[in-house]
């Protein structure tokens, strides 16, 4: 049986890398060309590779089950039929718990029946949740954006093959990929009740009283630990940048004096920003006091965050860290270092409502403001989904408004 996994390491370009490899620790041909080609040279995040490798991992997983190699598939013209495919797109909705046991299953009886594939695959994309299995499937934002990073791929690899098909051929295997990607389930639209929503005002000042190395309650077992993380906090509450790009901060990009950090790693474009003059004297005291004490030999990475042995944090740390916030603060949402995200932006969203009319900007101006301090192109629209949670607040606050003054006239 192969296998799949992710190595992440440095390159020599400084940039974080991660690669595609087998059983034998070989890294990947085409996975990793096609990463690098359509991720990595384009600045993507290594978080964002990371996701489509593992995705083109569990593909491979499917084709070692059904003795297929899936780039040959396509590079030697002997493209997947409809039913592989419909098969695929099945595969690949399941948690990870029925891929195993699918895969169990077939170790034991090495083919599948087909017959009731088409029906299975309707069942998890048209049946409503209620009727499905209990947690046999990813939700469908998962299983879509499965589906559509492997369409791309082998679409990259049908491009790689165009010299050596004839065009009948190069037709009819584009025809079954465009089905394929029909299988991605539709995701629904929710209007506005799926706003992005940051904490609310009362959890913020219970963590920012948590987070405080002197809090009595305060979760973390040691004095490096607690003025790290709220090092840590105070980054991400001031500038909401991603934890990706925080996690790869060097001591260099905080510019004590100027209360500016410098983003050099981003899933989208490298940026100044400001971050609060608490964030400058948290970021001094502790690497005066505590990050300076550690060697030198191991620390020589330069990163802002490390361990208290020196070894650059990881992003499985960094989530400890929120997971403990959490479970000590009682936090009923979601919590993790993207929540802190959006709550910036609910708190900008506030600050330029508090404004008066005269100096609050317009919305392009907001919109091209809040791009740039998030690290959003210039055309991106995400800043929309992020302001929508105020929009609806302010038509919430209109609405009853309107309804008490319809009340207050009728009674009179």
Not at 48 to 73: F, M, P, Q, Y
Not at 326 to 334: E, L, N, W
Request: aromatic share 8%.
């Amino acid at each position: 049986m192969i296998k799949r996994s992710i190595k992440e390491f440095i390159a020599s370009d400084k940039q974080p890398m991660v690669v595609l490899i087998d059983e034998d620790r070989i890294p990947l041909f085409y996975p990793n060309i096609y990463a690098m080609i359509k991720f990595r040279t384009l600045g993507r995040a290594a978080s964002t590779t990371d996701k489509v490798l593992r995705c083109i991992g569990v593909a491979h997983l499917w084709s070692s089950l059904n003795n297929i190699v899936l780039e040959d598939s396509i590079l030697s013209s002997d493209f997947l039929t409809i039913e592989q495919l419909q098969d695929l797109a099945f595969f690949l909705r399941l948690n990870r718990k029925y891929q195993d046991q699918m895969i169990a299953r077939k170790n034991e009886q090495r083919s599948i029946n087909s017959r009731n594939i088409v029906k299975k695959i309707e069942n998890l994309i048209y049946m409503p949740q209620s009727k499905q299995e209990p947690k046999t499937s990813t939700s469908a934002e998962e299983g879509s954006f499965r589906i559509k990073t492997i369409f791309n791929y082998l679409k990259f690899l049908l491009q790689r093959s165009k010299h050596r098909l004839n065009k009948d051929k190069y037709n009819d295997i584009e025809q079954r990929l465009n089905y394929f990607h029909s299988l991605a389930p539709k995701v629904s639209n929710k209007g506005d009740q799926d706003a992005l929503e940051g904490l609310p005002v009362n959890e913020r000042d219970i963590l920012l009283e948590l987070i405080k190395p002197e809090h009595p309650d305060n979760p973390f077992r040691n004095e490096f630990l607690k003025h790290r993380n709220q090092l840590i906090y105070e980054i991400l509450l001031s500038t909401g940048m991603r934890r990706s790009e925080l996690r790869y901060l060097k001591t260099d990009d905080v510019k004590y004096s100027s209360h500016t950090i410098t983003i050099r790693v981003s899933k989208t474009i490298e940026r100044e920003v400001k971050c609060s003059s608490k964030a400058c004297e948290y970021f001094h005291n502790y690497l005066t006091k505590y990050l300076n004490k550690i060697p030198f030999k191991n620390r020589k990475h330069g990163y802002l965050f490390t361990t208290e042995t020196g070894q650059h944090l990881s992003n499985d740390a960094i989530n400890l860290m929120f997971r403990t916030l959490k479970q000590h603060a009682k936090i009923a949402i979601h919590f993790t270092p993207h929540t802190i995200r959006r709550t910036w932006n609910d708190v900008f969203s506030e600050m330029l409502d508090s404004l008066p009319e005269d100096r609050r900007p317009d919305k392009e101006i907001e919109k091209q403001i809040r791009n740039r301090l998030m690290g959003w192109s210039s055309i991106s629209e995400m800043s929309n989904r992020y302001a929508r949670r105020s929009i609806r607040e302010k038509a919430d606050e209109l609405g009853e408004l309107l309804a008490n003054s319809i009340n207050q006239k009728s009674e009179s």
